[in-house]
């Protein structure tokens, strides 16, 4: 089950999520449909965009809540972020 305590070390293909530009100039709305070690893949209404995972704030829609993430957090591949120390929430 995904909590916000967990998501990072959860698999993240198939969840909506909201991309916000660091530097405030961008923002993109759709639902993660691929995913490597340093990209995103996201569907949105005009197609697919890949995105850069260090270059954005992520904010991951679950049933109840959202929650954002640096998109550092999330560099590396998808089966080794399970093995990452991450600080307690």
Not at 20 to 49: A, H, L
Request: net charge positive.
């Amino acid at each position: 089950m995904i909590k916000p305590s967990n998501l990072t070390r959860h698999e993240l293909i198939g969840l909506k999520c909201e991309a916000n530009q660091k530097t405030g100039k961008v923002k993109i709305d759709g639902r993660v449909i691929d995913e490597t070690r340093n990209t995103f893949v996201i569907m949105t209404e005009r197609g697919k965009r890949t995105l850069i995972k260090d270059k954005y704030n992520f904010v991951f829609r679950l049933p109840d809540k959202g929650i954002k993430v640096n998109g550092a957090v999330l560099v590396g591949r998808p089966k080794d972020r399970i093995k990452k120390k991450i600080e307690k929430w």
